[in-house]
């Protein structure tokens, strides 16, 4: 089955401190995995994705098959970082998503 | 280049009823996915159209149906609403799950919020 667990309804930081929302997953075969992020009054977006393995917005998640997880994190959170964040993984014709972590960054 | 609009926005209809959700799909993308996001709770899949076919299903009853037109947009119908069908529908183009690596990204529409009363 496929399966992805944000176990973090809720996360709230400082500005300034890192931050790191987790992923965990379940499948089979070889994993595809995203984050999409949804800030105030906008529409879901992708945020990144780890066959890029790329930094966007100075976020980074790095795919570790051993542990099944693709953690995002941030070194140094800012404020306009608060929003809704999804992990979500690519399975047959389908993306699966987690239910998501609401990040808040407290000034 | 257009993303992907979506409508009605919000709407209300009462149990049993039937409604219809449209969706426009970003310029060339040919395939049109349909989501469920009840309050809450991350985005789940309904169906993807590719080519004007259903080319994949989630675990959605068959009152739940689709249509993709050639010019890839697409409808979503649910017939004989419940309760809890209350919530955002959101509908996302690509180019298509199974293609390369770089064709899976989805584009989301801002999605039509379904309520039944």
């Known amino acids: 089955a496929q399966r992805v667990t944000q176990p973090e309804k809720l996360l709230s930081v400082f500005k300034g401190a890192p931050v790191e929302l987790k992923c965990n997953y379940s499948?089979?075969?070889?994993?595809?995995l995203f984050w999409y992020v949804q800030y105030s009054r906008q529409r879901l977006q992708l945020l990144l994705r780890h066959i890029s393995r790329e930094s966007i917005k100075g976020f980074t998640a790095d795919l570790n098959k051993g542990e099944t997880s693709f953690h995002l994190k941030k070194p140094f959170a800012q404020e306009e970082d608060s929003a809704m964040y999804y992990c979500a993984l690519k399975g047959a014709q389908k993306l699966v998503f987690g239910q998501g972590t609401r990040l808040t960054i407290n000034p | 280049e257009t993303g992907v609009t979506q409508s009605p926005t919000h709407l209300i209809k009462t149990r049993g009823q039937q409604v219809t959700l449209r969706c426009s799909s970003q310029?060339?993308?040919?395939?049109v996915s349909w989501y469920q996001q009840a309050l809450g709770q991350g985005p789940q899949f309904i169906f993807q159209y590719y080519r004007e076919e259903e080319n994949g299903r989630g675990n959605f009853p068959p009152r739940f149906s689709g249509l993709q037109f050639p010019n890839y947009s697409s409808e979503l119908n649910v017939n004989a609403l419940e309760l809890d069908d209350s919530a955002l529908y959101l509908c996302a183009s690509s180019l298509g799950l199974a293609g390369p690596p770089g064709a899976n990204v989805l584009t989301f529409g801002a999605g039509s919020r379904l309520t039944v009363l």
């Open positions: 310029s060339g993308h040919n395939t």
């Open positions: 499948y089979s075969g070889s994993p595809e």
